[in-house]
Nanobody, 115 residues
Framework: QVQLVESGGGLVQAGESLRISCAAS????????MGWYRQAPGKQREFVAR???????NYGGSVKGRFTISRDNAKNTVYLQMNSLKPDDTAVYYC?????????WGQGTQVTVSS
């Protein structure tokens, strides 16, 4: 049973930074591709960032240059460092793990950016 638990969300002002985390258990974390997605009220879930088992990263266009994804295999944790936050970044952020053909999701953490 894979479990993904996000943490670190909260309320920040525009221009500030925030780091959210996702702790994984139940599967070989180091072999999985880890990603972050977000969903704002009334909108579809949107790709934010992904890091592969080989540490290749890619980002959604709206966050490129502001957000950084990283992973610590010793702690089974993936991070999303978010800088220069904007009100449009307000959403529930979900952690995703892809391992071979299976995909797992966390419960989400709320990030709210006030103007």
């Amino acid at each position: 049973q894979v479990q993904l638990v996000e943490s670190g969300g909260g309320l920040v002002q525009a221009g500030e930074s925030l780091r959210i985390s996702c702790a994984a258990s139940g599967r070989d974390f180091s072999a999985g591709s880890m990603g972050w997605y977000r969903q704002a009220p009334g909108k579809q879930r949107e790709f934010v960032a992904r890091i592969t088992a080989g540490n290749t990263t890619n980002y959604g266009g709206s966050v490129k240059g502001r957000f950084t994804i990283s992973r610590d295999n010793a702690k089974n944790t993936v991070y999303l460092q978010m800088n220069s936050l904007k009100p449009d970044d307000t959403a529930v952020y979900y952690c995703n793990m892809v391992a071979i053909t299976e995909s797992y999701w966390g419960q989400g953490t709320q990030v709210t950016v006030s103007s």
